[in-house]
């Protein structure tokens, strides 16, 4: 590979480092996104959970080599849609942020939810999140605010 | 610096393949845990060929670079198969992890193995000489070998028809309903013919290493299920004896109680 493009939040851009470098780090520390959190670099806490091609994917267990052609999408890229201000409005509404740590992955988990099924049940809405770990909330509230995000919502997704 | 191949065809994956010595990568969610230094990998995972479900007259043939939520999404796809990789892990594993990586690692505890396993599956391994195709039996020697060469890469697993439409037994022990690696799990598919058990296999995750007892299998093939049933003690440690138990985190007792237990199980729901 002589260079790996790809779009970060709509942006094209051009990583030359190594393709072995994981995608976790060079996000933070070549891209400055810092909403991606890196938890347990073993795929077990969904902290770096990022969109690729609008698929859920934990940046910890990704290499740069393989997002060469594909689009990436943070909550700094993220937060500029009508889908994030339901969302952050109704986790706000509901005291779903305690630490915050998790909260990235969170939004992220909950768009990808939403993304395929605009009406989950709060089943849906549990196994959309069980690659999630938050320590400080004990998940209901979360679990309440993507609800609540889908109802208020309605037709965003 | 930019260190890495991301071939375009499986052709120029192999040619890659048989000439530098490369780590063939198509999730990541295994080899990113390690992620050792230095480390070049062969990206599969744009690789069309092996990115389709397909069949044929005789299988169903998953490309090696088949996550498992596109494999959940498939009709071609067999239930067993769809309810063990539904279990893995969470979504966002199951967004990226693969068919190709899941046996291709060598791990004892991989879930889509346990099912192809016991619908006697078989892996296609393509090399710039060519292709064999060989039985999961023979694919997996022992936890974290396999017999896959230096020059060859996994195009496909491929699952018979015939074993794919059975009625199956699936269940999986993992220590909490989220990301849970199996500590103990049975797959199992089974023919019964007017109460004649006319197919039946087995296998377990628990014992150190994927394997079939055919011959055990081959005892319970023409008896009937009320015979099995009625001297079910005595099935059941047909296998159990069989069986050998390696040291692991979950201590050889509980597993081997715990196997047994399903087996007996599985037998009792025939």
């Not at chain 2, 899941?102 to 006697?120: E, P, Q, Y």
């Not at chain 2, 290493?209 to 047909?238: C, M, N, P, S, W």
Request: aromatic share 8%; with cysteine; proline share 2%.
């Amino acid at each position: 590979m002589n260079e790996i493009r790809f779009t970060l939040n709509r942006k094209e851009t051009t990583y030359a480092g190594s393709a072995a470098d994981r995608l976790l780090e060079v996000l933070r520390d070549s891209y400055d996104m810092k909403s991606v959190k890196c938890g347990c670099k073993e795929g077990e806490c969904g902290a770096c959970a990022v969109l690729i091609d609008g698929v859920l994917i934990n940046s910890c267990c990704v290499a740069m080599g393989a997002v060469d052609g594909h689009e990436i999408m943070t909550v700094e890229g993220f937060r500029e849609t009508e889908q994030f201000a339901a969302l952050s409005k109704a986790f706000a509404e509901l005291s779903a942020v305690q630490c915050g740590f998790c909260i990235p992955g969170m939004i992220l988990a909950a768009q990808s939810v939403l993304s395929k099924n605009a009406h989950p049940t709060e089943d849906e809405v549990r196994e959309g999140l069980s690659g999630n770990i938050c320590r400080c909330t004990g998940y209901n509230a979360i679990v309440n605010a993507v609800l609540n995000a889908a109802k208020e919502g309605d037709g965003l997704w | 610096m930019v260190n890495g191949y991301k071939p375009a065809t499986l052709r120029e994956a192999v040619d890659i393949r048989s000439r530098e010595s490369v780590i063939p990568y198509a999730g990541g969610t295994d080899l990113m845990v390690q992620n050792k230094a230095n480390a070049v990998y062969l990206f599969l995972n744009d690789i069309d060929e092996i990115r389709q479900i397909a069949d044929d007259s005789e299988y169903i043939r998953i490309g090696a670079a088949v996550t498992f939520t596109e494999a959940l999404a498939s009709d071609l796809v067999p239930q067993l198969m769809k309810e063990a990789v539904s279990k893995i892990a969470a979504p966002a594993i199951r967004n990226a992890g693969t068919f190709g990586g899941n046996i291709g690692n060598g791990s004892d505890k991989a879930d889509s193995v346990l099912a192809g396993f016991a619908m006697d599956g078989r892996v296609r391994l393509v090399s710039a000489g060519g292709e064999r195709v060989i039985p999961f039996d023979d694919f997996c020697v022992r936890r974290g070998v396999t017999n896959i060469k230096d020059d060859e890469l996994i195009a496909e697993i491929l699952l018979p028809k015939d074993k794919c439409a059975m009625p199956y037994y699936y269940h999986k022990v993992g220590g909490r309903n989220a990301l849970a690696i199996s500590r103990v799990a049975l797959a199992g598919v089974y023919d019964v013919q007017d109460g004649v058990i006319s197919y039946i296999s087995l296998t377990v995750i628990g014992e150190g290493k994927f394997t079939r007892y055919r011959d055990v299998e081959a005892e319970l093939i023409g008896k009937t299920v009320e015979e099995v049933q009625a001297h079910i003690d005595d099935y059941v440690r047909l296998f159990i004896d069989r069986m050998t138990f390696t040291r692991g985190r979950v201590s050889a007792e509980y597993r081997k109680t715990v196997i047994g237990n399903l087996i007996r199980d599985y037998l009792m729901t025939l």
